[in-house]
């Protein structure tokens, strides 16, 4: 199919970014599905509010961070460069490992229980990803490699996979696994280790539809992955034997 970029609305003198605009709603439905489930676990939604806001403003840091990291010759000639975030570049995984981490620490002076709050959390974020990804795929970010897939879209003659499309799709299949799983999972933490296995195993699939071969819009390869390949690849290794198990002591107690 035939796809044009679609970055702004304008609306009279104002120019609305698409994309802006799709990450803000995807964090607002994550954030009002997680305030309901807190609700239906029974637990204060006060604290919810508070990591909603540390972890907007850690993702964005630590994506930016990665982002740097990765393309630092684009970067260390204009260090000015790196604040300006409005001309692009951010990495999911940076922003996701910032994320956890300030959520931790909060947890631990909160004295709360972080894998409770991580499975409250983990089906509304999913929900954020699979909208906030439709802002990527309308201004047309992440341009893939050649494919006869149906879904692909023409980028200069040429028939590419649409990655963020596929990611955004991944992100409403994983929410809807996460909402059919709430009712039976008992067991503290399997909820986010679902979410860490899935979201891992499919990002390192899915990413192999990006592109390779076109030198300014192609992410770094080590060994032929992607950084974020590699750290998907490190937390299934870590993640599913840890499902397992718990999965495994939760049976055992029945």
Aim: hydrophobic share 50%; proline share 3%; with cysteine.
């Amino acid at each position: 199919m035939t796809f044009e970029k679609f970055t702004v609305i304008p609306i009279g003198p104002l120019q609305i970014q698409v994309w802006g605009l799709l990450v803000a709603l995807g964090m607002l439905f994550a954030l009002l599905f997680t305030l309901r489930e807190a609700k239906r676990k029974k637990m204060k939604t006060e604290p919810f509010i508070d990591i909603f806001i540390i972890s907007f403003i850690t993702s964005i840091i630590g994506s930016r961070l990665l982002y740097v990291a990765i393309f630092w010759d684009n970067y260390k000639d204009d260090l000015w460069k790196i604040v300006q975030i409005n001309e692009g570049g951010l990495v999911f995984f940076g922003g996701a490992i910032l994320a956890v981490l300030s959520i931790i620490l909060y947890t631990k002076l909160k004295k709360l229980k972080f894998w409770k709050v991580a499975d409250a959390i983990s089906p509304g974020f999913a929900l954020g990803l699979g909208i906030g990804r439709i802002g990527c795929y309308l201004i047309g970010d992440h341009i893939g490699s050649r494919t006869d897939f149906f879904l692909g879209s023409y980028y200069n003659g040429d028939l590419r996979h649409e990655p963020s499309l596929y990611l955004s799709i991944n992100g409403f299949v994983l929410f809807l696994l996460l909402f059919l799983l709430r009712p039976f999972i008992r067991t503290e933490g399997v909820m986010a280790y679902i979410f860490i296995v899935w979201y891992s195993a499919s990002r390192f699939l899915l990413d192999f539809t990006r592109t390779a071969d076109l030198e300014n819009l192609s992410d770094p390869r080590y060994y032929s992955l992607t950084i974020s390949q590699w750290l998907s690849l490190a937390l299934f290794v870590i993640f599913l034997p840890l499902l397992i198990h718990k999965l495994a002591r939760a049976k055992a107690k029945k």
